[in-house]
T-cell receptor
Framework: QKEVEQNSGPLSVPEGAIASLNCTYS??????FFWYRQYSGKSPELIMF????GDKEDGRFTAQLNKASQYVSLLIRDSQPSDSATYLC???????????FGQGTRLTINP | EAQVTQNPRYLITVTGKKLTVTCSQN?????MSWYRQDPGLGLRQIYY???????DKGDVPEGYKVSRKEKRNFPLILESPSPNQTSLYFC???????????FGPGTRLTVL
C-alpha cells in the first residue's frame, strides 16, 4: 500500500501570513501531484496541480515539488479567512490509474 | 454546465438491502472513480474505470460493485450493505487517468 502523508493539523495561521502545507509520498513512480481544498460538507475542489520539479505559482498559491525527496508542498500567501478549509494532497500511482489522497490538513485563518 | 452529478445525496437504509448510487458526468471524460471519505482516514478509492467496460479495483473494493456500460455513467452498487459502509461517497471524473479529477457533490449513506 503506497502512502501519502500530510503534516498533522489542525494548522492555525493569522490573516495575512503565509500558510505552509506539506505532503510526502512513498511511490517513486508517481507522476502527477494535486492539491484540493475541501470546505466542510462540500466536495473537494482543485487548487493546483504540478507535474515537474520546482515551483508553480497561481495567484496567492505556490506548489513546490521535489521528486528526489518525494515531497510536495503548498504555500498560501496573504492568507484570508476564506482559505479556512481542509487541504488534501493527492498523488497518482499505478501508472496514473489510481489517485491516492493524504488524510488532509485542516487550516484555520484567524482574522 | 459541466458537472458530475450523484443521486441520491442522502440515503438511510438497513443492513442487507441492495442499493445503487448513480453517478453521471457530461464532460465526455474517459476516467471515472468512486471514493469513500471517513473521519481520520481521508478519501480512499473504491473502484475506477479507464473507459467503457473497463473497471478495476481501488484500495477498498470489498462489498462494492460497479459497471461502466456508457461513458457518462458509473453507478456504485452495494448488494448487501453493512454498517461499516456508512460513509460519505464521492464520484469523480477526469478526461484521462492522471488528469485533474472533478468531484460530484457527494452521497451521505447511513446503513443501520
Amino acid at each position: 500500500q503506497k502512502e501519502v502523508e500530510q503534516n498533522s493539523g489542525p494548522l492555525s495561521v493569522p490573516e495575512g501570513a503565509i500558510a505552509s502545507l506539506n505532503c510526502t509520498y512513498s511511490d517513486r513512480g508517481s507522476q502527477s501531484f494535486f492539491w484540493y481544498r475541501q470546505y466542510s460538507g462540500k466536495s473537494p475542489e482543485l487548487i493546483m496541480f504540478i507535474y515537474s520539479n520546482g515551483d508553480k505559482e497561481d495567484g496567492r498559491f505556490t506548489a513546490q515539488l521535489n521528486k528526489a525527496s518525494q515531497y510536495v508542498s503548498l504555500l498560501i500567501r496573504d492568507s484570508q479567512p476564506s482559505d479556512s478549509a481542509t487541504y488534501l494532497c493527492a498523488v497518482t500511482e499505478g501508472g496514473a490509474q489510481k489517485l491516492v489522497f493524504g488524510q488532509g490538513t485542516r487550516l484555520t485563518i484567524n482574522p | 454546465e459541466a458537472q458530475v452529478t450523484q443521486n441520491p445525496r442522502y440515503l438511510i437504509t438497513v443492513t442487507g438491502k441492495k442499493l445503487t448510487v448513480t453517478c453521471s458526468q457530461n464532460m465526455n471524460h474517459e476516467y471515472m472513480s468512486w471514493y469513500r471519505q471517513d473521519p481520520g482516514l481521508g478519501l480512499r478509492q473504491i473502484y475506477y474505470s479507464m473507459n467503457v467496460e473497463v473497471t478495476d479495483k481501488g484500495d477498498v473494493p470489498e462489498g462494492y460493485k460497479v459497471s461502466r456500460k456508457e461513458k457518462r455513467n458509473f453507478p456504485l452498487i452495494l448488494e448487501s450493505p453493512s454498517p461499516n459502509q456508512t460513509s460519505l461517497y464521492f464520484c469523480a471524473s477526469s478526461f484521462v487517468a492522471g488528469d485533474t479529477q472533478y468531484f460530484g457533490p457527494g452521497t451521505r449513506l447511513t446503513v443501520l
